[in-house]
């Protein structure tokens, strides 16, 4: 069983759209039994919040439902629980490093780490931008989703 955890800032637009992708290419691909799936934020803010509606619509009208997921902060014991502890961006990553238990640092990656034909290395926050912003980082988050099920196939399964 390989776990895999996606994090951003709130937990209610990238890394559940990240969720969903992932677990929709994860189901796609008839790994649902071998890979379990979940996503974070670094702060509290909205803990226990669905996410963000513009995030839901933009993933539903990609066959992606986000509705059941719900906002949680990230912990130190993730990287106990998780083979990969994903952070969208560098801050996410920076703020997930510095809870980090010593010897689980190989377990922290950025996502567009998985995707280096995107030519970026953090997916953007949409949060504060119009809703084109949230289909670009569907994008991105679907090329990054490939990317890491290769790595997790290689490596693991």
Known sequence: MVN?????LGNICRSPTAEGVFRHLVEAEGLSDSIIIDS???GAWHVGSP???RAQQAAKQRGIDLSSQRARKAISADFERFDYVIGMDSQNRSDLSAMCPR?????LHLFLDFAPHVGKIEVPDPYYGGDGGFDRVLDMI???SQGLLDDIRTKHL
């Not at 895999?4 to 951003?8: A, P």
């Open 4 to 8: 895999v955890l996606f994090v951003c």
């Open 40 to 42: 974070a934020g670094t």
């Open 103 to 107: 010897g689980f640092e190989q377990r």
């Open 142 to 144: 679907e090329q990054a």
């Open 51 to 53: 996410p963000d509606s």
